[in-house]
């Protein structure tokens, strides 16, 4: 298989899982969570047994709304932990909330915290900020180790990682919260990492390559020397991601789910987008020259 010949191919799978993304972020937007819209937060425990439907039932029985469920945060012997998240509720309402569930068991209230949406607003201006930091540091650094395009062509693979994370969570309305933005920082870095090991045995493979070969052999060759160590790489971590979401808490479901989409679609971007589109770069910039 020549990655490079098959790169409108890889193009265009990836428009395919971009653009109905693209489409559900400008029509439904992204399911935020009480990190970004603002809510209470009530952490309980039951000093028995305490089924999560019931809990659930008592909060629909008394017409409150949770904003991500209820979560059995932890569970030790006779005694269950529950965290619950909700709209935004005043005096009344938490006394009334407090009441209802108390009538399921003995119960202990471990706290009762409102959240504002402003620590979202400025985890999310942040999280730009270190975005478009981190984009003019990478195009920097690849400039002085390879070249210029090949910056332009890894800032654009992980743009495609970002959007396929984003818009896989905006079309199945998968509640985000805090966790979501970290994991979007882990995935640049891991994306980064993959291309610039396919672009470092790139520019080894260019300084010994024949005369008489083209550049797009030369790149599909580097592609296949690092495929199994790409492979390798994302099957490993995928492993864990795995084990973590099936084995681990449900607070950290949102950060785990986004983490393996990302993975994996840093894998592929890596191999599928970075190099064939710095390839197509050179082409134009040649192009040009015999214009």
């Not at 193009?11 to 969570?33: A, D, H, M």
């Not at 894998?267 to 190099?275: E, H």
Request: with cysteine.
């Amino acid at each position: 298989m020549h990655f490079i010949k098959l790169r409108k191919i890889w193009y265009l799978i990836s428009l395919v899982i971009i653009i109905p993304g693209l489409i559900s972020l400008f029509t439904n937007g992204l399911n935020l969570g009480i990190d970004f819209t603002g809510g209470n937060i009530l952490e309980v425990r039951f000093e028995r047994p305490v089924a999560v439907e019931k809990v659930r039932q008592v909060i629909a029985g008394i017409g409150i709304e949770t904003n991500r469920g209820i979560q059995k945060s932890s569970q030790e012997g006779g005694k269950v932990t529950y965290l619950i998240r909700t709209k935004t509720l005043n005096q009344e309402e938490s006394t009334k909330l407090q009441k209802a569930l108390g009538k399921l068991s003995q119960m202990t209230v471990l706290r009762n915290e409102y959240v504002g949406p402003i620590i979202g607003r400025e985890l999310t201006r942040n999280a730009l900020l270190a975005l478009i930091g981190a984009a003019i540091l990478m195009v920097i650094y690849i400039t002085i180790r390879f070249e210029f395009k090949q910056g332009i062509a890894a800032v654009i693979a992980i743009l495609h990682d970002m959007l396929v994370v984003t818009g896989i969570f905006s079309l199945f309305q998968i509640e985000i919260d805090s966790t979501f933005v970290a994991a979007i920082l882990t995935i640049v870095g891991y994306s980064i990492n993959d291309t610039i090991v396919i672009f470092d045995r790139i520019r080894e493979n260019i300084k010994t390559r024949r005369k008489d070969e083209d550049l797009e052999d030369t790149i599909n060759f580097s592609l296949w020397q690092t495929l199994t160590r790409s492979i390798n790489t994302v099957l490993t971590v995928t492993f864990v991601l795995v084990a973590l979401y099936f084995l681990g808490g449900s607070t950290i479901h949102t950060f785990v789910l986004a983490l393996l989409i990302g993975v994996i679609s840093g894998a592929y971007s890596s191999i599928c987008n970075a190099s064939p589109l710095w390839f197509d770069l050179k082409r134009l910039e040649q192009k040009e020259k015999l214009a």
